[in-house]
């Protein structure tokens, strides 16, 4: 069975930094898109950042780039999310997700991780 776990969200002072991983199990992430999505109560969920199949092209929501990176290690079967100089508003359930199209859209994926929290305050 298909299945994704997130880790490494926590509680961090503005300007820190945390490390979120996503393994995948049931599956190998050769053959997926990857996507890192984020959601607040009372908003749908945000695309944070993505990348291509065959480590291609990457995607990161304006808000993120040059503080978060995306990468992937194909040998763990695991993605990653970088995430330096946080600010509050990051502070969010953070997703990752696995679909053979991804994209910056939640469509183009179809497993989910049940998401992790992070809460960037002082």
């Known amino acids: 069975q298909a299945h994704l776990a997130e880790s490494g969200g926590g509680l961090v002072q503005p300007g820190g930094s945390l490390r979120l991983a996503c393994a995948a199990s049931?599956?190998?992430?050769?053959?997926?898109?990857i996507g890192w999505f984020r959601q607040v109560p009372g908003k749908g969920l945000e695309g944070v950042s993505s990348i291509s199949k065959s480590d291609g092209p990457t995607y990161y929501i304006d808000s993120v780039k040059g503080r978060f990176t995306i990468s992937r290690d194909n040998n763990r079967n695991t993605v990653y999310l970088q995430m330096n100089n946080l600010k509050p508003e990051d502070t969010a359930v953070y997703s990752c997700?696995?679909?053979?199209?991804?994209?910056?859209?939640?469509?183009?994926?179809?497993?989910w991780g049940q998401g992790t929290q992070v809460t960037v305050s002082s």
């Open positions: 997700a696995i679909g053979l199209y991804g994209g910056e859209h939640p469509s183009g994926y179809d497993y």
């Open positions: 049931g599956f190998s992430l050769d053959y997926y898109a």
